[in-house]
């Protein structure tokens, strides 16, 4: 077994072993709304749930130069946005808002996804989505790199609200096999749900 010091590696090098190591990883498809009213949309794999008491999801959002990207900046200056679970059906969708676009340009067009108004947040959901969940920020705190230039915004949010296709709703609980999630591994590759199995938790 190899014994590799994380400090001798590049930042480069550490995300391979990362984003190899740490599979499958959790998709947030995430809208937030500029300043100036543009729908912004962007995926994001470094997602999971924190507690249910109250819901906490947190979301990590790179930063280039220490420059917050256009979700973390308009999730702090709005405190709102919506996090949705992608799935097999628009997964390419959610792959094109990943493109290189302007803060003035939405990629909610760019990918032809459909917005739909939210109840108790301000910023538009996405349609095609079978789960979203309505969020406000709890808090954004700034990670890594240096005091001057954070390498990540950590944003947490709290739930306000949940919207949960009906096929998948059953007695209070998800049907994972109707939803069809789809996980981020490493470089250009997914995962689908695949095989499940249950195991009983110790007493």
Request: one cysteine or more; a negative charge.
């Amino acid at each position: 077994m190899k014994s590799i010091d994380p400090q001798e590696l590049s930042v480069k090098e550490n995300y391979k072993f990362l984003t190899g190591s740490i599979i499958p990883r959790p998709i947030a498809f995430v809208t937030t709304l500029s300043s100036k009213g543009v729908l912004n949309a962007a995926p994001f794999s470094y997602f999971n749930a924190l507690t249910s008491n109250p819901p906490l999801i947190a979301i990590s959002i790179g930063r280039k130069d220490g420059i917050q990207k256009d979700t973390s900046r308009n999730a702090e200056e709005l405190v709102e946005f919506v996090v949705h679970i992608p799935d097999e059906t628009y997964i390419k969708a959610v792959n094109q808002t990943a493109a290189n676009l302007e803060p003035d340009q939405s990629e909610v067009e760019l990918a032809k996804l459909t917005k739909v108004k939210s109840e108790k947040v301000g910023v538009p959901g996405i349609a095609e989505s079978k789960i979203r969940m309505e969020c406000v920020v709890e808090q954004i705190i700034p990670l890594g790199g240096t005091p001057d230039k954070p390498s990540t915004d950590l944003l947490i949010g709290r739930v306000v609200h949940y919207h949960i296709s009906d096929e998948l709703y059953h007695e209070g609980r998800i049907d994972a096999d109707k939803l069809k999630p789809v996980g981020r591994l490493a470089g250009t590759n997914y995962v689908k749900l695949g095989e499940t199995f249950s195991l009983e938790r110790p007493e």
